[in-house]
T-cell receptor, first 115, second 113 residues
Framework: GNSVTQMEGPVTLSEEAFLTINCTYT??????LFWYVQYPGEGLQLLLK?????DKGSNKGFEATYRKETTSFHLEKGSVQVSDSAVYFC??????????????FGPGTRLSVLP | DGGITQSPKYLFRKEGQNVTLSCEQN?????MYWYRQDPGQGLRLIYYSQIVNDFQKGDIAEGYSVSREKKESFPLTVTSAQKNPTAFYLC????????????FGQGTRLTVV
């Protein structure tokens, strides 16, 4: 079946440091890939997405590129801020004839950014 | 504004009680999902529904029940058979026939007292 693996953290960085959170996936078809962010006590918010190979998703300074050859979708940001402290989830979705969309989430990576 | 509304935000349950968590969406999405999140853990799928009057068990359906009588609503009942119900519950919805993102509610935190 489909699966998503990501570094579990926690990741602790100083403000303005470079961020990379690795994400790799296993899928039988051609999934769409997503990064979600969760702030304490809240639901998940979509951060960025990519729907086909070599697509780059970007938002709020975060970027991730859909790499089919390495089955990866690593999240990067050049300069993190304290307000970026949250849990980040990598996810994929594909579609089956019988059951529509199927979402699979990674375990999440907690990021703490220190001033 | 379109979105997903979960209520209540906090819920307390006594041992042996059934409780129902509400999830309503006005995004005109066909598909709806319920996930459970435990502290420091990822999301586990409880139930999902791709169309009105139809739903499927997810990975951890035991002790839970759902209904999908209206497109907009997908309530989750946590029954007394669920032995460890204390968790954060998230409802989500998505379009069915396109591979697009899921939209999430703000969650309900359920605590057994």
């Amino acid at each position: 079946g489909n699966s998503v693996t990501q570094m579990e953290g926690p990741v602790t960085l100083s403000e303005e440091a470079f961020l990379t959170i690795n994400c790799t996936y296993t899928a039988t078809g051609y999934p769409s890939l997503f990064w979600y962010v969760q702030y304490p006590g809240e639901g998940l918010q979509l951060l960025l997405k990519a729907t086909k190979a070599d697509d780059k998703g970007s938002n709020k300074g975060f970027e991730a590129t859909y790499r089919k050859e390495t089955t990866s979708f690593h999240l990067e940001k050049g300069s993190v801020q304290v307000s970026d402290s949250a849990v980040y989830f990598c996810a994929l979705s594909d579609q089956s004839v019988n059951y529509g969309q199927n979402f699979v989430f990674g375990p999440g990576t907690r990021l703490s950014v220190l001033p | 504004d379109g979105g997903i509304t979960q209520s209540p935000k906090y819920l307390f349950r006594k041992e042996g009680q059934n409780v129902t968590l509400s999830c309503e969406q006005n995004l005109n999405h066909d598909a709806m999902y319920w996930y459970r999140q435990d502290p420091g853990q990822g999301l586990r799928l409880i139930y999902y529904s791709q169309i009105v009057n139809d739903f499927q068990k997810g990975d951890i359906a035991e002790g839970y029940s759902v209904s999908r009588e209206k497109k907009e609503s997908f309530p989750l009942t946590v029954t007394s058979a669920q032995k460890n119900p204390t968790a954060f519950y998230l409802c989500a919805s998505s379009m069915k026939r396109a591979v697009t993102e899921a939209f999430f509610g703000q969650g309900t935190r359920l605590t057994v007292v």
